[in-house]
Structures are given as C-alpha cells and as structure tokens.
C-alpha cells in the first residue's frame, strides 16, 4: 500500500526559528512536493523535486528550502519562522506524469508560528 | 495565469444528490483530477478526466467540458461519511497540478 508519511502531525514554534518539516515515501517515486492549504486558498505548490539533488521552485517559494539528499526523502526548511507561515502543510509524490498517475498525500503538518 | 474557482461551501441531505462545480483558466491543461479530503486527513484521489464526457464510477461522476473549461463531481445517494472537501486540480501538462480552492460539503441526515 501506498505511504507518505510526514515526521509531525502538529509543530508549535515560535518567531524566528529555523523549522524542519520532513516527508518520507516508500513507493520509489522520483516527484515529491511540498504545499501548503490555507482557508479559501486551496494548496499551493511551495517547492517541488523530480530526482535527488534537484529541486524546482513552485509558486510560492519565498521564505522557504528545500532538501533531497535521497530518493524517499524530500525535507522543508524554514529558515527564519514568520507567523504568516502558520498553516497546514502537506507533501506529495508521485511516478514521472505520462497520463493519470496521481500524487499521494502524506496525512499533513499543522504548524503554528506563534 | 491560472485561476481556478468552486464554491467555498454546500450542504445537502443524506441520501440525495449533490453536484460539485469547477471553472478553470490556466495556461494550459491535460486533464483534471478530483480529490476527496476528510477534516484533518490527506487528500486521497476520486477521478481524472482527460477527454470530454461523464466518467462513473460507483455513487460518483466526474465530467469536463474542455471548450467550456468546466468540470463537475456528481456525488449520488449521499452518505453522511461523504461529508469532506472537494478538491478540483488541473494538469496542465508537465510534473505539476493547480488546485481550486476546494469545496466543503455538509451531508446533513
């Protein structure tokens, strides 16, 4: 069966801290992506990595890194915490897109900056 | 640019029929997909549709009208479980998808 986990479900930090969100899949699939769901918004693509070592910018890069040291692993860094990144976080991945192939969805991150 | 648009909220009666709307502009598009998110959970895939048409599938159904730029999810004989988000994601060709804000649906009994 298909998994995506995510290291926490909820994350209280504070203003300023560097926060590490991590994303692990055991289905060998080489795209994984980092989002964020916020009310009203929907998801919105934040970083996004199609093979180790590489990683592209989504549409909502700013404030945020990203890190794919291995295939299964894809981690979100918060350099400097800011309480406008209060906000459920969730990571995809999926197999290389040739037709239907849909991403799976860890179970998300809630992550309060205080 | 890409704009994808549901309504924020509907709410039916259990054992009806309700009918889920997604408009979409984007730069371009390969087909859309229909997810299903319970409060608190990942969101877990309902239907693709590539071509125009209805595609079934048990007690749901998805259509697109690509001219139109317009999908819908037909949810039949509404169980209160079905009480979720509703989210529409367009692929528009490539690695990534656009998602619409989602629909949150109440099935009251």
């Known amino acids: 069966d298909v998994k995506v986990t995510q290291s926490s479900r909820y994350l209280v930090k504070r203003t300023g801290e560097k926060v590490f969100l991590e994303c692990v899949q055991d289905?060998?699939?080489?795209?994984m992506f980092w989002y964020r769901q916020d009310p009203g918004l929907g998801l919105r693509l934040i970083y996004f990595?199609?093979?180790?070592?590489?990683?592209e910018k989504g549409d909502i890069p700013e404030g945020y890194s990203v890190s794919r040291e291995k295939k299964e692993r894809f981690s979100l860094i918060l350099e400097s915490a800011s309480t406008n990144q209060t906000s459920m976080y969730l990571c995809?991945?999926?197999?290389?897109?040739?037709?239907?192939?849909?991403?799976?969805f860890g179970p998300g991150t809630r992550l309060l900056v205080l | 640019g890409q704009n994808i648009d549901q309504p924020t909220e509907m709410t039916a009666t259990e054992g009806a029929i309700v009918q889920i709307n997604c408009t979409y502009q984007?730069?371009?598009?390969?087909?859309l997909f229909w997810y299903q998110q319970h409060a608190g959970e990942a969101p877990t895939f309902l239907s693709y549709n590539v071509l125009d048409g209805l595609e079934e599938k048990g007690r749901f159904s998805s259509f697109l009208s690509r001219s139109k730029g317009y999908s819908y999810l037909l949810l039949k004989e509404l169980q209160m479980k079905d009480s979720a988000s509703y989210l529409c994601a367009v692929d528009n060709y490539g690695q990534n998808f656009v998602f619409g804000p989602g629909t949150r649906l109440s099935v009251l009994p």
């Open positions: 289905m060998d699939h080489e795209n």
């Open positions: 995809a991945s999926s197999l290389p897109r040739t037709g239907q192939e849909t991403q799976y």
């Open positions: 984007t730069s371009g598009f390969n087909g």
């Open positions: 990595s199609y093979d180790v070592k590489m990683k």
